[in-house]
């Protein structure tokens, strides 16, 4: 069992920068290919960025450039740094954990935390 629990959305004006955390708990953590996604209301849940076990990263093209995802030294803790954000991104940001064949953004994950909230003012 992996529990995740995530931190730091708040409302931001466009061209801001936030950093979202995730607090990984529980099973090896090290192993992991983790994950952020988020969800607009009325939209369907879009994978933003992964990290795999050696470091590999991945993005969606909506925010590359722009997001970068990393781990915490201590390997418990992923972050989201999201600079010049635009009011599109605003969205219910999730953190994810699993093994999936390929460690992607919008692979399938099972473990998730019950996200933070981030809006973008115009």
């Known amino acids: 069992l992996v529990e995740l629990v995530e931190s730091g959305g708040e409302t931001v004006q466009a061209g801001g920068s936030l950093r979202l955390s995730c607090a990984a708990s529980?099973?090896?953590?090290?192993?992991?290919?983790m994950g952020w996604f988020r969800q607009a209301p009325g939209k369907e849940r879009e994978g933003v960025a992964a990290?795999?076990?050696?470091?590999?990263?991945s993005y969606a093209d909506s925010v590359k450039g722009r997001f970068t995802i990393s781990k915490g030294d201590a390997k418990n803790t992923l972050y989201l740094q999201m600079n010049s954000l635009k009011p599109e991104d605003t969205a219910m940001y999730y953190c994810?954990?699993?093994?999936?064949?390929?460690?992607?953004?919008?692979?399938?994950?099972?473990?998730w935390g019950q996200g933070t909230q981030v809006t973008v003012s115009s």
């Open positions: 529980g099973n090896t953590y090290s192993g992991y290919c």
């Open positions: 994810a954990a699993d093994w999936p064949p390929a460690c992607v953004p919008g692979a399938d994950f099972g473990y």
């Open positions: 990290i795999d076990s050696d470091g590999s990263t």
